[in-house]
């Protein structure tokens, strides 16, 4: 069943955060869902800009529907993650997507502001909620770059005069995470005194965090094992969602990891098997170690064991 955040978000504040996921095939999808519906987790398909060029948008879209059909019980939102305005208004005529993420981050304040408040009010006027992004993370997703020395962390002051002028339904938050498989050394971590002053101005709004896939070092491990170069790789603290999520963090944003997961599957077999051509044997092993992580991963959130009670909310 596919929902709006909005719903999700109203169940799960300072409870637990849902787990907001990046798929761009068949094998993603289907491991996903496998995943959340064996930790009986609501959870967020998060669909980019470049997984909807990487075939055709609609093809996506498409599995999605099919899984729908398959997976009755699940429940779910589809996202836009990281749109500009022209690919959230496209996504927003298209009728598919429950909910966009428009980031314009990277203008000056009210820039930010008012490109916000357009991709607002077209997205509520067919009841699609909007997230926005105040502050920047650094690092690489696809077309996102931003260098680390321009990366700023959140103004918690500007906060609240932003969702009040923007309109957005959630703000995602610059709290010390970055996207790509190399977000911290030494000792960095979340930033929870920013967090905790962002909340304590916008008490109850759900707040989202991006880059935050764990980087496990045993993926990072066995892929250098079978070939890979991943060098110091490190990434979020898993340990540490509880605490964001009871200072309203409602959703996280998974990407990275599920990555590292296909890479050291396709690595292993091939390394393994090097006879083998048949690209469903590895596809088999990648659908079944996706949901393992996916349970993994619903648990550490705390969204694992409710999708029951969602089903009486929303159902």
């Excluded at 990487?54 to 899984?67: D, N």
């Excluded at 200072?247 to 998974?254: A, D, E, P, S």
Aim: glycine letters at 10%; one cysteine or more.
């Amino acid at each position: 069943m596919i929902v709006t955040t909005k719903k999700l978000f109203s169940a799960a504040y300072g409870k637990y955060a849902i787990g907001a996921y990046n798929i761009n095939n068949l094998e993603q999808t289907m491991g996903l869902f496998r995943g959340c519906l064996d930790s009986k987790a609501p959870f967020i398909i998060q669909i980019s800009k470049g997984a909807r060029t990487y075939t055709h948008k609609k093809m996506l879209e498409s599995l999605i529907r099919t899984a729908d059909e398959v997976f009755p019980e699940s429940i779910f939102a589809v996202h836009l993650d990281h749109g500009d305005e022209k690919t959230c208004m496209d996504c927003i005529e298209s009728g598919f997507y429950s909910s966009v993420m428009i980031d314009a981050s990277h203008e000056d304040f009210y820039g930010n502001i008012e490109t916000t408040r357009r991709v607002v009010d077209a997205a509520h006027a067919r009841g699609i909620v909007v997230e926005a992004e105040l502050g920047q993370l650094g690092g690489v997703e696809e077309h996102v770059a931003v260098d680390e020395a321009n990366a700023m962390l959140t103004n918690p002051e500007q906060a609240k005069e932003f969702v009040e002028k923007s309109g957005c339904d959630s703000l995602a938050c610059a709290i010390g995470t970055s996207h790509g498989a190399y977000k911290f050394s030494g000792s960095q971590g979340l930033r929870f005194d920013v967090l905790e002053l962002i909340q304590k101005r916008l008490p109850g709004f759900p707040l989202v965090m991006h880059g935050s896939s764990s980087v496990p070092q045993e993926e990072v491990e066995r892929i250098n094992a079978a070939g890979g170069s991943l060098r110091g790789a490190k990434g979020v603290d898993e340990n540490q969602f509880k605490r964001a999520a009871e200072l309203g963090v409602t959703k996280v944003n998974i990407d990275t990891d599920g990555r590292l997961v296909w890479t050291r599957v396709h690595r292993e077999f091939f390394r393994d098997q090097p006879e083998k051509f048949d690209l469903r044997d590895p596809g088999k092993i990648f659908i079944a170690e996706y949901a393992r992580f996916i349970v993994h991963k619903n648990e550490k959130l705390g969204s694992a064991g409710h999708l029951d009670e969602l089903h009486k909310v929303v159902g």
